[in-house]
């Protein structure tokens, strides 16, 4: 038990000066390969704590030079811009003056639902709220509003197409039918469904409107009441 105790302890003062010496980011927002770092260390770091036939200064050996290699890579990313971009990404404008970038969503592996929600975090509800948005290469998410981005969100939207796909649950609380987005479709030059990025509409009849490969349109239906 004594050796156990022991061990436990060089292992944890170890990891925490490494932790410590890899610097505040670290502890923080990190890149994917400190994500890895931190992962493996602490895995490195149990086999030695439970495993007594293994020599202690094996796990240290294993820590110690997966922090040489943080050090290694975290040079790289200081001194080598394509560097950088290799190993630590960069960020991904998913939203422009022209709307959504449904390319760079894809290459995030993430699709309009996940930018709405992350839009909804961050306090913007409406997709014409905002004037730019991206993901950072860490996975953070930011916004840049417009001016009267208050005044745009009266209501809250809710999807009703996506990726030319109709939510069926969403389109009954509109009460209206499928007929009726169809017809909205039709009079802005869409007669396909798949060809619709996403379609939006708040309670009080605003549209929010994006085929694919084309800028967004905001259009305002004449609704005798709000719904929500």
């Known amino acids: 038990?004594?050796?156990i105790f022991v061990r436990t302890v060089v292992i944890f003062i170890t990891v925490l000066i490494v932790m410590r010496l890899m610097g505040k980011r670290q502890i923080g927002e990190m890149q994917p390969y400190e994500l890895v770092i931190t992962l493996v260390i602490?895995?490195?770091?149990c086999i030695p704590m439970g495993d007594p036939s293994i020599p202690l200064v094996y796990g240290l050996m294993a820590i110690l030079t997966i922090y040489f290699l943080h050090q290694a890579i975290c040079l790289i990313d200081l001194k080598w811009n394509a560097g950088k971009k290799l190993v630590s990404g960069s960020p991904n404008i998913v939203i422009n003056k022209n709307?959504?970038?449904d390319a760079e969503l894809k290459k995030n592996n993430l699709d309009v639902s996940d930018l709405i929600e992350s839009l909804?975090?961050?306090g913007y509800f409406s997709?014409?709220?905002?004037?730019?948005?991206?993901y950072e290469s860490e996975g953070t998410f930011s916004a840049l509003p417009k001016p009267d981005y208050e005044n745009l969100q009266n209501s809250l939207p809710i999807i009703i197409i996506d990726e030319g796909q109709f939510d069926e649950k969403n389109v009954?609380?509109?009460k209206r039918d499928k007929a009726y987005y169809l017809d909205i479709l039709k009079g802005q030059g869409c007669d396909e469904l798949k060809n619709v990025l996403v379609l939006t509409v708040d309670g009080n009849g605003k549209v929010?409107?994006?085929?694919k490969g084309k800028k967004y349109v905001v259009l305002n239906?004449?609704?005798e009441e709000s719904l929500w």
């Open 1 to 3: 038990m004594a050796i």
């Open 172 to 174: 009954a609380l509109t």
């Open 120 to 122: 909804r975090i961050e």
């Open 42 to 45: 602490s895995e490195l770091a």
């Open 99 to 101: 709307g959504i970038d």
């Open 208 to 211: 929010y409107l994006q085929q």
């Open 221 to 223: 239906l004449q609704w």
């Open 127 to 134: 997709l014409d709220a905002v004037d730019y948005a991206l």
